[in-house]
């Protein structure tokens, strides 16, 4: 049997209150890099395709993915993924739907909490798993927030996958999700 050991609690000697740094001795904040454009996030897009095309050799797996919200139908989105696949000689082996409950904002910016996809991004990494690409409408269907979006292309990146859209990136990757409003808001009221 192993015994941990606590690293030591560091306590201030009784009395003595340190004060906070002045704030020019503070460090300043790290500054996010700047979004990428979409035409861009395009190009890479293309270039881990390209990856992943090469790696595959004959035809490559894919899945198809649609994301809908409650009472859509994915059946269209699906159907614009299968042709997009038809066209590039893409083999599907699957179709994975992820519906969204009425105003989940968390799972619709970020993809992982989504079981669907949470399960592609499983098949992509298993060694022992044909799929090796993903096809869906477009960019909003991952995530609509510039930096998950990027850090998904990342990810294909790494895992040396293909992520195929229907309709390529858009300025929606520049927006964050907090200025996206309802339809109706987004008008005025009006409707």
Same mark, same amino acid.
């Given at each position: 049997? !192993? @015994?941990?050991?606590?690293a030591p +609690?560091l306590?201030?000697?009784p009395?003595? +209150?340190?004060p906070p740094?002045?704030?020019?001795?503070?460090?300043a904040? /790290?500054?996010?890099?700047p979004?990428?454009d979409?035409h861009?996030?395009a190009?890479?897009?293309d270039?881990?395709?390209?990856?992943?095309l090469?790696r595959s050799? &004959?035809?490559?797996s894919?899945?198809l993915y649609?994301?809908?919200?409650?009472?859509e139908?994915?059946?269209t989105?699906?159907a614009? /993924?299968?042709h997009?696949a &038809?066209r590039h000689?893409?083999?599907?082996?699957?179709?994975i739907?992820?519906?969204l409950?009425?105003?989940d904002q968390?799972s619709?910016?970020q993809?992982?909490?989504?079981?669907g996809?949470a399960?592609t991004?499983?098949l992509l990494?298993?060694?022992a798993s044909?799929?090796?690409?993903?096809?869906?409408? !477009?960019?909003?269907?991952?995530?609509?927030?510039?930096?998950l979006? #990027?850090a998904?292309l990342?990810?294909y990146?790494?895992?040396? /996958?293909?992520?195929f859209?229907v309709?390529a #990136?858009? &300025?929606? !990757?520049?927006?964050p999700s @907090? @200025?996206l409003?309802?339809?109706?808001?987004a008008?005025?009221?009006a409707?």
């Amino acid at each position: 049997m !192993s @015994t941990l050991t606590q690293a030591p +609690v560091l306590v201030p000697p009784p009395g003595r +209150v340190l004060p906070p740094r002045a704030r020019v001795l503070r460090p300043a904040p /790290a500054a996010a890099p700047p979004l990428k454009d979409p035409h861009a996030l395009a190009a890479w897009r293309d270039n881990i395709n390209r990856t992943a095309l090469a790696r595959s050799g &004959e035809a490559l797996s894919v899945v198809l993915y649609a994301l809908t919200g409650p009472g859509e139908d994915p059946h269209t989105d699906l159907a614009a /993924a299968q042709h997009y696949a &038809e066209r590039h000689r893409l083999l599907v082996v699957d179709r994975i739907v992820d519906t969204l409950a009425r105003d989940d904002q968390a799972s619709t910016d970020q993809p992982e909490l989504r079981r669907g996809y949470a399960r592609t991004l499983h098949l992509l990494g298993d060694p022992a798993s044909p799929v090796r690409g993903l096809v869906t409408t !477009s960019q909003t269907a991952v995530t609509r927030v510039g930096r998950l979006y #990027e850090a998904q292309l990342d990810r294909y990146a790494a895992l040396r /996958a293909a992520l195929f859209l229907v309709r390529a #990136e858009t &300025e929606i !990757s520049a927006m964050p999700s @907090t @200025t996206l409003l309802p339809l109706p808001q987004a008008l005025g009221g009006a409707l």
